[in-house]
């Protein structure tokens, strides 16, 4: 038998340091509801939090590849293809080796688009939640889902947490082996309500069985920086995000009046001469793969070129360090706004 010890009143329990304890807890409890995580993993696979466990997270391309070709950005083909969202790996499967991860939406939101026609898109069978956090709409996508969850619809509420479907290995372009299951998720903003009356016309004869739901309609933010952010003591401020962006370039557009300004008007910037004198077009900040972060009207008298869009400046280390959505291009030692640049300014002021 072991006598009894007596016990010894070590620091903790000295009065001095429980106050300290309890200032602590307040701190942290006070730094917690001040930092913002409105976002959650769409899966239980939360390994991206983990140092060094990166391809528990990451669903690579192939079994070779670094993790990093299953994240947000020019991370495919040499850094020359662009991927819009994350990869994330499933944790479990059926006796079949199939995924059976549950996904779930990564806050409360309302579902907008149910893609059940998995031979329609290279999403596969894919979900679209609209959500509006501090004022501003984010659009959430999960893709090659195996199976939406049965009963889910268009139009229906749903909670952060809420499982939507079951992970799968869907798409019309790709085949996904069964090791790298994964679901696609982007977190976006939506460019323009009339998508689907404008592909029409830029891009004749080509199919669009998604209208506005659409992947060309909705530019992807990097989320894996959103989500690590989110992890960060000093947390994550969603319209400090979008603000931050890195400008890739800056144009004008002669365009007054279109959707995005309504939908994001706080990313609208002020000044007081087109206040006065009248708006006659924009000056738009992109990010190399195209969205716009900062819109600013100008007057009349600020804009000197009739062209429809102008390209203002471009900011090389930028332009070089993200090759792959062509934006802009360097034309005879000249940066020019690329066809790709050109096509996402018309959909955005169209
Ligand atoms: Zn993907």
Redesign the pocket.
């Known amino acids: 038998m072991i006598p009894c010890q007596h016990r010894r009143p070590g620091p903790g329990n000295t009065p001095q340091f429980s106050k300290v304890f309890v200032l602590a807890v307040i701190l942290l409890f006070s730094a917690n509801l001040l930092a913002q995580t409105p976002f959650q993993f769409p899966t239980a696979n939360h390994y991206l939090y983990v140092p060094g466990a990166e391809l528990k997270f990451f669903a690579p391309t192939e079994p070779d590849k670094p993790w990093t070709s299953?994240s947000f950005g020019c991370v495919r083909d040499n850094g020359q293809r662009f991927?819009?969202?994350?990869?994330i790996r499933h944790l479990q499967t059926d006796r079949r080796g199939e995924p059976t991860d549950p996904v779930m939406a990564t806050a409360a939101g309302t579902v907008v688009y149910i893609n059940r026609r998995p031979s329609l898109s290279n999403y596969g069978n894919y979900i679209v939640i609209r959500h509006v956090i501090q004022g501003i709409e984010i659009y959430s996508l999960y893709?090659?889902l195996s199976a939406p969850r049965p009963g889910l619809f268009v139009g229906e509420p749903v909670k952060a947490g809420e499982a939507i479907a079951t992970m799968g290995r869907t798409s019309n372009a790709e085949v996904i082996a069964q090791w790298r299951a994964?679901v696609?998720f982007e977190l976006n903003v939506l460019v323009n309500d009339n998508f689907a009356s404008w592909f029409k016309i830029a891009s004749p004869g080509e199919r669009n069985d998604h209208g506005e739901w659409n992947g060309q309609n909705l530019n992807g933010l990097n989320d894996r920086e959103i989500l690590l952010q989110e992890h960060n003591p000093n947390g994550f401020n969603l319209l400090d995000f979008l603000r931050g962006q890195t400008e890739l370039c800056r144009v004008l557009v002669r365009a007054t009046n279109f959707p995005y300004l309504k939908r994001y008007p706080m990313l609208v910037l002020p000044n007081s001469v087109a206040q006065r004198q009248g708006i006659a077009g924009y000056e738009i900040a992109l990010n190399y793969n195209g969205v716009a972060f900062a819109l600013m009207p100008r007057a009349p008298s600020e804009i000197k070129s009739p062209a429809k869009y102008q390209l203002l400046s471009v900011n090389v280390p930028n332009a070089l360090a993200n090759p792959c959505c062509h934006l802009v291009v360097k034309r005879g030692g000249r940066w020019q706004l690329g066809n790709e640049g050109l096509r996402e300014l018309e959909l955005l002021t169209y």
Do not use: F, V, W
């Not at 991927?83 to 990869?87: A, N, Q, S, T």
């Open positions: 299953g991927h819009e969202g994350l990869d893709a090659h994964h696609h």
